[in-house]
Nanobody, 123 residues
């Protein structure tokens, strides 16, 4: 069982940077693929980025590639999402998720979810 707690979301202006954190419980954090997703009311949950625990390889949604960076500190059981050059369309609730198999962009393939943190980007 893994429990995930996100933090760092807040109101920012377009062009600003923001770092989200996701703290995980458990002693086998490095075994999990960690993902970030986001959701806007009335829309489906959207894949943002994911990172493997074994080799740190990453995958990004094209809409955030070059602006967002996912990284993890296995010793701290924490995964981060560094968001630069934020745009109003990045406004959403951001969720952290974990799964034990390979990287996936599909929300239903993740076993564990955090409660979400709100990011609002004003124009």
């Amino acid at each position: 069982q893994v429990q995930l707690v996100e933090s760092g979301g807040r109101l920012v202006q377009a062009g600003d940077s923001l770092r989200l954190s996701c703290a995980a419980s458990g002693r086998t954090f490095s075994n999990y693929v960690m993902g970030w997703f986001r959701q806007v009311p009335g829309k489906e949950r959207e894949f943002v980025a994911a990172i493997r625990g074994s080799d740190g390889s990453t995958l990004y949604n094209d809409s955030v590639k070059g602006r967002f960076t996912i990284f993890r500190e296995n010793g701290k059981n924490t995964v981060y999402l560094q968001m630069n050059s934020l745009k109003p369309e990045d406004t959403a609730i951001y969720y952290c998720a974990a799964r034990t198999l390979g990287v996936s962009t599909t929300p239903s393939q993740y076993n564990y979810w955090g409660q979400g943190t709100q990011v609002t980007v004003s124009s």
